[in-house]
């Protein structure tokens, strides 16, 4: 099983700042990689896919980047309605497989 | 849009089984471009991808390791939903449980059931 990890597990920043979440996977993805957004009582909301291609509505303050097994998701310019936790996953294999999230809080 | 509706009991006694069904509109569950998965969280597992049914020609299923000899998908072309059955709970399957629209990716998720296995 491939093993996903992320950090920082908390990052904590201003509106109007830059956020840089990384994400590790235990051995090669390719670009096979997938960002969640999730806030409190909702199911996660697709991001990213593909490393790098957003998903349907999702805004241009997002971008995803990496391959192989280090990734990162930006978010240029934080929103009000960016903080939240965001997953990272993996479908290179099976079984499909989450990171442990991290948290990006009002600071 | 793709819309899906979790139905399903909160509450399940050790040792029973649990029943959720996702109904579908807006997508068949026979598409050939579409599976059909069911993702649970817990804060002690995580985000943890149960398993899928998809169809290409027949049906196919796929089950994660974890709950393999425990787990069923099913699809129902007749109410164009898909159900899970976990059998033999323990509390360690206390989870919320979403059905989720996608090939290897999540695109649509349903409302989430949040279901406690207490006696």
């Known amino acids: 099983e491939i093993v996903m990890t992320q950090s920082p597990a908390t990052l904590s920043l201003s509106p109007g700042e830059r956020a840089t979440l990384s994400c590790r996977a235990s051995q090669s993805v390719t670009s096979y990689l997938a960002w969640y957004q999730q806030k409190p009582g909702q199911a996660p909301r697709l991001l990213i896919y593909g490393a790098s291609t957003r998903a349907t509505g999702i805004p241009a303050r997002f971008s995803g980047s990496g391959s192989g097994t280090e990734f990162t998701l930006t978010i240029t310019s934080l929103q009000s309605e960016d903080f939240a936790v965001y997953y990272c996953q993996q479908y290179n294999d099976w079984p499909l497989t989450f990171g442990p999230g991290t948290n990006v809080d009002i600071k | ?119």
């Open chain 2, 1 to 119: 849009q793709v819309q899906l509706q979790q139905s399903g009991p909160g509450l399940v006694k050790p040792s029973q089984t649990l029943s959720l069904t996702c109904a579908i509109s807006g997508d068949s569950v026979s598409s050939n471009s579409a599976a059909w998965n069911w993702i649970r969280q817990s804060p002690s597992r995580g985000l943890e991808w149960l398993g899928r049914t998809y169809y290409k020609s027949k049906w196919y299923n796929d089950y994660a390791v974890s709950v393999k000899s425990r787990i069923t998908i099913k699809p129902d072309t007749s109410k164009n939903e898909f159900s899970l059955q976990l059998n033999f709970l323990t509390p360690e399957d206390t989870a919320v449980y979403y059905c989720a629209r996608g090939l290897a990716v999540a695109e649509n998720w349903g409302q989430g059931t949040r279901v406690t296995v207490s006696s």
